[in-house]
């Protein structure tokens, strides 16, 4: 399937969804949403507040009570129909996640494929076990059993605009809990199109519900007593503090922040299979996800790997084969993140500051793929997130020097090793 990128002929306004019922926020604050891709605004999202918030939460908490009690296995009908009807407009709403994150439409119709996976195990709950009675001792049994929390809450980043929330609403409806989403307001056209199709799904009002705004909604959203537990998917700061603000009202919370992933090279890496893994962790999504690999530790001779990296990376075309940055700000944090790296000694054999987009997106927010070479562990560049499509190479003399370097960042960190051996890799 060939996606082609297609600008809407008219401005989104994206209103909160509340009750099944679409509603501009109360006091009319909104924001421009534009594309990435020409800065063109293509949506206006309003700015909730504490009370935009109570009126989402309370239409929640009047359809949960009977939701609650409908048995699991007629749960996942409005699933099924909504996993057929996301398959059917899957181009559509892989084109407005596109156009709002920048990522490109094969990158996002990923995505959307990624997020329908979740939709699967959703729809396999009613098969799975969902309880226990054990004899614990003589005469005295203890029965385990699973029930609905309630209003549950879902805050979701700008870089994945349909995938995280698919991450989260599909089991927390299936499971028998109303669910109130917030994305980001930097992306939230996505999010009303899953409203949209969520009601068309047969969800009854107010089952699935949708908040717009900024950080006084998900304040709001977090404090709200009715509101039982809190999912977030964003930077590492943010999440530590969602996690506080909810865990410390006695609420269930997870909350999923940044990383700094190390991609190990070892001297007996397979070259073509390393370029490639290389090339599309760093440069994928333009580098704007949490799993991408930020960091290549070379092992040794390891280091005649960087070159065909440069060289394949430098080969990708903006528009294409990468998207852009979601917006200025991240564009200049980047362009900065560079300056201070040369700055601190790091060479830059790849930059992608004199990477120019195609001509129809000059107005966007772009930046080539970039390698700094020469990275000594204790510069910046080796040890912030800085989320785009950056390479930072740091060279070791042995395996244990790259396992130790990975032990110092402050993320949890996902780290690969390219190796033919067995035995470094399980090392």
Same mark, same amino acid.
């Given at each position: 399937?060939?996606?082609?990128?297609?600008?809407?002929?008219?401005?989104?306004?994206?209103?909160?969804?509340?009750?099944?019922?679409?509603?501009?926020?109360?006091?009319?604050?909104?924001?421009?949403?534009?594309?990435?891709?020409?800065?063109?605004?293509?949506?206006?999202?309003?700015?909730?507040?504490?009370?935009?918030?109570?009126?989402?939460?309370?239409?929640?908490?009047?359809?949960?009570?009977?939701?609650?009690?409908?048995?699991?296995?007629?749960?996942?009908?409005?699933?099924?129909?909504?996993?057929?009807?996301?398959?059917?407009?899957?181009?559509?709403?892989?084109?407005?996640? $596109?156009?709002?994150?920048?990522?490109?439409?094969?990158?996002?119709?990923?995505?959307?494929?990624?997020?329908?996976?979740?939709?699967?195990?959703?729809?396999?709950?009613?098969?799975?076990?969902?309880?226990?009675?054990?004899?614990?001792?003589?005469?005295?049994?203890?029965?385990?059993?699973?029930?609905?929390?309630?209003?549950?809450?879902?805050?979701?980043?700008?870089?994945?605009?349909?995938?995280?929330?698919?991450?989260?609403?599909?089991?927390?409806?299936?499971?028998?809990?109303?669910?109130?989403?917030?994305?980001?307001?930097?992306?939230?056209?996505?999010?009303?199109?899953?409203?949209?199709?969520?009601?068309? $799904?047969?969800?009854?009002?107010?089952?699935?519900?949708?908040?717009?705004?900024?950080?006084?909604?998900?304040?709001?959203?977090?404090?709200?007593?009715?509101?039982?537990?809190?999912?977030?998917?964003?930077?590492?700061?943010?999440?530590?503090?969602?996690?506080?603000?909810?865990?410390?009202?006695?609420?269930?919370?997870?909350?999923?922040?940044?990383?700094?992933?190390?991609?190990?090279?070892?001297?007996?890496?397979?070259?073509?299979?390393?370029?490639?893994?290389?090339?599309?962790?760093?440069?994928?999504?333009?580098?704007?996800?949490?799993?991408?690999?930020?960091?290549?530790?070379?092992?040794?001779?390891?280091?005649?790997?960087?070159?065909?990296?440069?060289?394949?990376?430098?080969?990708?075309?903006?528009?294409?084969?990468?998207?852009?940055?979601?917006?200025?700000?991240?564009?200049?944090?980047?362009?900065?993140?560079?300056?201070?790296?040369?700055?601190?000694?790091?060479?830059?054999?790849?930059?992608?500051?004199?990477?120019?987009?195609?001509?129809?997106?000059?107005?966007?927010?772009?930046?080539?793929?970039?390698?700094?070479?020469?990275?000594?562990?204790?510069?910046?560049?080796?040890?912030?997130?800085?989320?785009?499509?950056?390479?930072?190479?740091?060279?070791?003399?042995?395996?244990?020097?790259?396992?130790?370097?990975?032990?110092?960042?402050?993320?949890?960190?996902?780290?690969?090793?390219?190796?033919?051996?067995?035995?470094?890799?399980?090392?």
């Amino acid at each position: 399937m060939t996606l082609l990128l297609a600008f809407p002929t008219a401005v989104r306004d994206c209103k909160n969804l509340v009750g099944g019922a679409w509603r501009p926020a109360a006091h009319g604050a909104s924001l421009d949403v534009e594309s990435p891709y020409d800065g063109r605004v293509i949506g206006k999202v309003g700015l909730s507040d504490a009370g935009d918030v109570a009126s989402v939460v309370d239409a929640a908490k009047r359809a949960f009570a009977s939701w609650a009690a409908t048995p699991v296995k007629e749960r996942v009908g409005p699933l099924r129909r909504f996993h057929e009807l996301v398959t059917l407009h899957a181009p559509d709403l892989a084109n407005t996640v $596109a156009l709002e994150s920048g990522k490109t439409p094969a990158e996002a119709l990923a995505g959307i494929q990624r997020g329908l996976e979740v939709v699967d195990f959703a729809l396999s709950l009613p098969n799975l076990d969902d309880g226990a009675a054990l004899q614990v001792s003589r005469g005295v049994t203890c029965e385990a059993r699973r029930e609905p929390l309630g209003v549950v809450a879902g805050i979701t980043p700008f870089n994945f605009p349909a995938m995280v929330p698919m991450w989260m609403f599909p089991i927390a409806l299936t499971l028998g809990n109303a669910f109130v989403l917030k994305p980001s307001e930097k992306v939230p056209l996505a999010a009303c199109r899953i409203g949209e199709l969520m009601t068309e $799904a047969g969800y009854a009002p107010g089952l699935f519900s949708i908040v717009h705004g900024d950080r006084t909604a998900v304040k709001a959203l977090v404090d709200h007593p009715d509101v039982r537990a809190v999912a977030f998917v964003g930077s590492t700061p943010v999440a530590r503090a969602v996690y506080t603000r909810a865990t410390s009202l006695g609420k269930r919370a997870l909350c999923l922040g940044g990383a700094k992933n190390h991609l190990i090279v070892a001297p007996d890496a397979d070259e073509a299979l390393t370029v490639r893994g290389v090339v599309d962790s760093f440069t994928g999504c333009a580098g704007q996800r949490c799993m991408a690999g930020s960091v290549m530790v070379v092992v040794g001779n390891a280091s005649r790997f960087v070159a065909p990296i440069v060289e394949a990376a430098s080969k990708i075309a903006l528009g294409q084969g990468m998207g852009a940055l979601i917006d200025a700000a991240a564009k200049d944090r980047l362009d900065r993140a560079i300056a201070t790296a040369s700055s601190e000694g790091a060479d830059v054999v790849l930059d992608g500051r004199k990477v120019r987009p195609p001509r129809e997106y000059q107005s966007g927010h772009w930046l080539g793929p970039t390698v700094l070479d020469h990275v000594r562990p204790e510069m910046e560049c080796a040890r912030a997130e800085l989320f785009g499509p950056v390479l930072t190479v740091v060279r070791v003399d042995s395996l244990d020097e790259a396992l130790a370097l990975d032990r110092t960042t402050p993320y949890g960190n996902a780290t690969s090793i390219f190796t033919s051996s067995g035995a470094a890799a399980r090392y």
